[in-house]
């Protein structure tokens, strides 16, 4: 619209907004939604700077590992010798060393089940009373054999639960190393019976599938944060590692097949002379996978139970930690993807029950994921990504994952089962990305992981299929639980442990926001870009979430404060809605409402001469006559002014709107959060106009806006696309609509 029309047509209202003053009563405080986040973040420093870079002094430790392990299948237990190599990369002195034990979890001193609150069951299996109250729990802790250092000598050490204190003989400066050596086993856990992230699968045959982590004693995280992160392992908080090299020699049964992190070093020893072409044929396939174990050979393997040993040796760079799974059921199958600046492996281990879905889908969706992810963030750099079909399993290391979802034992699968699987292969094969990469603390922010990953998990998905189902990232999906009582809710901002609706608030809403962000706040070019930049920025380091909100506003222009503010640190929602809407008509005539005002007030620089005046529907000088669409020549000053000052071809440029619709948005919900309105006009046409959430700024209560159009408005709707994860859409409608019971 032309400026003086356009200020012509909004003149009252603003001598009404220079004139009117409101009262606020004294108990209201200024809800400033768009304060900057000073208060809440850490203040940046040489380490993290406030552009959400590392700064020039920034550090992070590493440690090295040297491991043997033997796994004895008959007695499910599992006995390693490992060397840590610490290096001391902070400035200041270390005068001892924790180390990670979450097998402790599993001990019968373990207090974990303490934790947690423990009903009467008004009914349960024989098998399920009888494991409660009358069996022996299982014993599945480390059994520390010993700890010395380099030269054989016993080192003192303390274990608190899931944490060991290595005591140093000498404080560790900057810069300098030590070696130590750990003798353990420990008893592995069916993980169908007594829970955890790894252990076995039994089958009815006697045969076993492990799933291997968590299974060594592993260095903890020391950095500028909070020195060393040491929290306990309870169970949902994962895990927070240093980067490192390992070299892992893995003995098994020699019927077994196994894949593990790192680069297998000694595959002419393993593999048979068949296996060893197809692989090489599979290297080379970018389209199909090649099945290096078929299932028949998988079958016939697996009636046999050898009492010969196989040792797998890998190499792993860079890694924060360690993943295996063995079995003589499996059948593998792999392909080559290119991406690029490199080729990575694509590969799924999974037995006779996981077919023919997983033979069908599980390589396949590896390789679109580590596609996906890596045009959103950095190639992948490892050179292999592993889905491992693990029943009722879901969890992810460096290249490996345990995936979860089988057909029915007659081969038959529903799309739900299907598209279930295709999804937690997606989610674990991108947890390489977040967090074995970028390698936030999993312990203390759940969501940097799981929310960012679910995130792009999201996106693979859909861009695997746009209509694929998928639960985690549209924003309505969000809806019910950000709706629900606040007194089950709890901020994305929330340690691990404290979450009460763990997907719903880690997962399910940081994946919701990011993608509000990236389709509605910001767009997609500028959201993409710094994303991809706090990924690159962060990549084999450990960021906080401060990094996370400071790289997002500092490489888009965007001030986001406000955002982060109510979606993470509140449990607020939102909810905005049409108030009113005001039609008005254009009049030559002064309004009784602008005489009244005028004869009340003093006014300084009054404007003088003809002026535009508007009435609205319904109003005390509105006239049946003013009922019609606007024509310049309907308002002889505006027609006088237009003939005055513009040229016949300039007059052709001007818009002519012909009806004025005031719209008063209200906000009964706590966040902020721009508005999207679509117009339906007469005609069945649309049109959308998008407000940014700054529109609030001035009043967290209301907001208007004035709509010139040339055609007449049949309909308003607020969010159309459900888009801004609105929590009630009966009041996003005029006129207003009457929600329908299911049962009408």
Known sequence: MNKFLLALVLFPSFIFAQETTTTKPKSEKNPDKFKQMYDLLATPNM????????????????????????????????????????????????????LQLDQNQQSRKSLSPLVESNVTDPVSSPKGFSRKYLEEDFDGGFNIEYVNDAFGKPMKYSINQTMMRIELPKPLAKGEKISISLKWWYNINNYRLDGGRSGYEQFPDGNRLYILAQF???????????????????GSGEFALPFGDFEVNITVPADHILEATGNLLNRNEVFTATQLARYAQAEKSFDNPVIVVTQGEAEVTEKGFSDKKKTWKFKAENVRDFGISTSRKFIYDAMAVQLDSKTAMAISLYPKEGNPLWEEYSTRIVAHTLKSYSSHTFDYPYPKAISINAEDQGMEYPMICWNWGRPEPDGKYSDRVKEGMMSVIAHEVGHNFFPMIVNSDERQW?????????????????????????????????????????????????????????????????????????????????????????????????????????????????DLDWFWRGWFYTTDNNDIGIKEVKKYFVSNDEPKEVKDFLKTRRRRNRIEGPMVYMVADGSESFKASMNKPFEIKDSKSLETYINETFSKEEQTKLKTPKYFYQVTFDKPGGLVMPIIVELTFEDGTTETHHFPAQIWRMNDKEANRTFATDKKVTKIVLDPKEETADVDLTNNTWPKQEIKSKFD
């Open 47 to 98: 380490y993290r700077t406030a552009s959400g870079a590392p700064g020039p002094e920034y550090y992070q430790q590493k440690a090295d590992y040297k491991i043997d392990i033997e796994l004895d299948d008959k007695n499910a237990k599992l006995a390693g010798k490992e060397t840590i190599t610490y290096t001391n990369n902070a400035k200041e002195s270390l005068d001892y060393l924790w």
């Open 446 to 558: 759940t969501w940097m992981d799981e929310g960012l990953n679910s995130f792009l998990e999201y996106c693979a998905l859909i861009e695997w299929d746009p209509k694929f189902p998928v639960d985690r990232g549209p924003a309505k999906s969000i809806v019910p639980y950000m709706s629900g009582d606040e007194k089950g809710l709890e901020p994305i901002m929330s340690n691990s442990e404290s979450i009460r609706q763990f997907g719903n608030n880690a997962y399910g809403k940081p994946a919701a926001a990011l993608n509000i962000l990236r389709e509605t706040v910001m767009g997609r070019e500028l959201f993409d870009y710094a994303f991809k930049t706090y990924a690159n920025r962060w990549k084999f380091k450990h960021p906080t979430p401060e990094d996370f909100f400071r790289t997002m506003e500092d490489a888009s222009a965007f």
């Open 216 to 234: 060594y004693p592993r260095m903890a995280v020391y950095n500028d944060v909070e020195g060393w992160q040491n929290q306990q392992f309870w």
